[in-house]
């Protein structure tokens, strides 16, 4: 740990020496626009995936398919109750009130935890969009990029 802190150190100084805060701001709002990028093609690939195997081993059977957007949603209000101790957040409005209420903090869990279940509940075919998921992440990244 004592090794990390001595490279952020050293970097933090070079960083300070050659390249102002404004350039430094728009290197990590690069960054951060990057990765919440790949973030969205991570989750649209990923629900894809889901769908493409679930439609693979369920061909021809109407009933298979009536099941699996409730078979989706117990799944991801599994993981919620699991990983998650019962809290997942509402999207977009939860991300402006931490914006506005906590200082733009926002917990490094929701880098990952609304990609996966987003992905779950729409591979599975239920009826919700991945913009919202997508919005969150790349929030996220950004506020725990800051900290």
């Known amino acids: 740990m004592q090794k990390i802190r001595n490279v ?5 100084q070079w960083r300070l020496r050659h390249i ?15 990765l919440a990028g790949l973030a969205s093609a991570v989750l649209k690939m990923s629900a894809a995936k889901i769908e493409d195997f679930l439609s693979y081993i369920g061909k ?3 009933a298979y398919l009536f099941f699996l957007p409730l078979i989706g949603v ?4 599994l993981y919620v109750q699991i990983f998650r101790k019962g809290k997942i957040g509402v999207g977009i409005s939860g991300i ?16 990952y935890s609304h990609m996966i279940t987003s992905a779950l509940t729409v591979g599975f075919g239920g009826s919700v969009g991945l913009e919202a998921p997508i919005v969150v ?5 950004g506020s725990n990029t800051a900290n």
């Open 20 to 34: 102002s805060n404004r350039n430094f701001l728009l290197i990590l709002s690069i960054f951060v626009g990057i």
């Open 8 to 12: 952020l150190f050293t970097f933090s």
């Open 96 to 111: 402006v009130y931490t914006i506005l209420k906590k200082h733009s903090k926002i917990e490094k869990d929701k880098m």
């Open 137 to 141: 992440t790349g929030a996220a990244l």
């Open 74 to 77: 117990l799944l991801t209000v």
């Open 60 to 62: 021809n059977e109407s």
